[in-house]
């Protein structure tokens, strides 16, 4: 008589389980994100301004989107190579910093999304320290920024602006890339 016992609570506890995992909310599917990729035009850009040249190669915008809605799940981002080059024939340079704005047609800064702090590059080593450039020496740095997404409509981007900030006179170089965005 205890193996009926038995078996009749396997069976309710069996049938409470099958009602619980029912009645439970059924998770939803996490969204599939993919990569929406804007092209930058042209992809290099090369400017001068005082005692530095200035190249940016291999531009282009990538934004995580849910495939579904396309929704932003992540705020664009803005990656390539950045190319820095002393052209003074004798003055060394020493870049403490640099911070990169993007422009209108207005030469307005367009503003990155939720108010952000514009974005910055650390040039030498990732203790702050920064990097000496001889005359004629180069540095080459990794380009990877926020992007404001008011600036992925089309017309909207001007200019990529990159305010290298020096420890010699003067202190402050713009090298301002001409860039337009395109899907």
């Known amino acids: 008589m205890w193996w009926w016992t038995r078996a009749s609570l396997i069976l309710v506890s069996a049938a409470v389980a099958a009602i619980a995992d029912g009645c439970s909310p059924q998770s939803a599917a996490a969204p599939v994100l993919t990569d929406r990729l804007y092209t930058?035009?042209?992809?290099?850009?090369?400017?001068?301004?005082?005692?530095?040249?200035?190249?940016?190669?291999?531009?282009?915008?990538?934004q995580r989107v849910e495939q579904e809605s396309g929704r932003s799940h992540l705020p664009a981002r803005l990656s390539g190579r950045l190319f820095l080059q002393n052209i003074s024939?004798?003055?060394?340079?020493?870049?403490?910093?640099?911070?990169?704005?993007?422009?209108?047609?207005?030469?307005?800064?367009?503003?990155?999304?939720?108010?952000?702090?514009?974005?910055?590059?650390?040039?030498?080593?990732?203790?702050?320290?920064?990097?000496?450039?001889?005359?004629?020496?180069?540095?080459?740095?990794?380009l990877d920024a926020e992007f404001p997404a008011a600036a992925l409509k089309a017309g909207a981007l001007k200019e990529i602006q990159i305010r290298l900030e020096l420890s010699?006179?003067?202190?402050?170089?713009?090298?301002?890339?001409?860039?337009?965005?395109?899907?």
């Open 40 to 62: 930058v035009h042209p992809d290099t850009a090369r400017t001068q301004v005082g005692t530095v040249a200035g190249e940016i190669v291999r531009m282009k915008v990538t």
């Open 89 to 142: 024939a004798d003055q060394s340079i020493r870049v403490t910093g640099a911070h990169i704005s993007y422009l209108d047609a207005q030469g307005q800064p367009i503003r990155l999304d939720n108010d952000r702090a514009e974005p910055s590059l650390t040039f030498g080593s990732s203790s702050g320290a920064s990097r000496r450039l001889d005359p004629g020496q180069n540095a080459t740095e990794l």
């Open 168 to 183: 010699n006179v003067p202190r402050v170089q713009m090298l301002n890339f001409a860039v337009s965005i395109g899907g």
